[in-house]
T-cell receptor
Framework: GESVGLHLPTLSVQEGDNSIINCAYS??????FIWYKQESGKGPQFIID?????DKRQGQRVTVLLNKTVKHLSLQIAATQPGDSAVYFC???????????FGSGTRLSIRP | DTAVSQTPKYLVTQMGNDKSIKCEQN?????MYWYKQDSKKFLKIMFS???????INETVPNRFSPKSPDKAHLNLHINSLELGDSAVYFC?????????????FGDGTRLSIL
């Protein structure tokens, strides 16, 4: 079946450093990918998305890279701040589907 | 303004009871969803409605019955609650199910079964 996985369940980063969270997906038909951030006691919050016709997209302090050849995407957070502490989910879907498959989440913690 | 709002935020009840969770979105979206998040943070879709019609039903026990009175509301009723139903339930909405747009989530309802 379809799956979306994350390489590491937890990631600890020094404040000010860059964070990289990786994700693999299994369905080669996936054409739309999203990263969500979930803070404690809150729902998942949209961060950035990318369509399969792109391999890179940048937002404010965040960059998503997509490698369709190996079915891998990553989220890079520049100059990580304490407010970036959260669980990050990648998710994948494809045009003819009505649902998004979520990965299991990576907990990002920031060391002062 | 809260885009997707769920009530209640916390729900503590005993096994065997029946309970409902309500969800409303003010984004003008056509599609709404219910997800279940377990203790390991895994998010799994349960149901999806598009313009009040059920489009996804992911092998959820029939004790769970969603109801969509209009496209801005999707409620979840659960009969005969079991210990395994303890989880956080999230409501979400999107413009439509196939347009590759992000879903917007509520802040969840934490259901605890005693």
């Amino acid at each position: 079946g379809e799956s979306v996985g994350l390489h590491l369940p937890t990631l600890s980063v020094q404040e000010g450093d860059n964070s990289i969270i990786n994700c693999a997906y299994s369905n080669s038909a996936s054409d739309y990918f999203i990263w969500y951030k979930q803070e404690s006691g809150k729902g998942p919050q949209f961060i950035i998305d990318i369509r399969s016709n792109m391999d890179k997209r940048q937002g404010q302090r965040v960059t998503v890279l997509l490698n369709k050849t190996v079915k891998h995407l990553s989220l890079q957070i520049a100059a990580t701040q304490p407010g970036d502490s959260a669980v990050y989910f990648c998710a994948a879907t494809y045009s003819s589907a009505s649902k998004i498959i979520f990965g299991s989440g990576t907990r990002l913690s920031i060391r002062p | 303004d809260t885009a997707v709002s769920q009530t209640p935020k916390y729900l503590v009840t005993q096994m065997g009871n029946d309970k409902s969770i309500k969800c409303e979105q003010n984004l003008g979206h056509d599609t709404m969803y219910w997800y279940k998040q377990d203790s390991k943070k895994f998010l799994k879709i349960m149901f999806s409605y598009n313009n009040k019609e059920l489009i996804i039903n992911e092998t959820v026990p029939n004790r769970f019955s969603p109801k969509s009175p209009d496209k801005a509301h999707l409620n979840l009723h659960i009969n005969s609650l079991e210990l395994g139903d303890s989880a956080v339930y999230f409501c979400a909405s999107s413009q439509d199910p196939n347009s590759n747009q992000p879903q917007h989530f509520g802040d969840g309802t934490r259901l605890s079964i005693l």
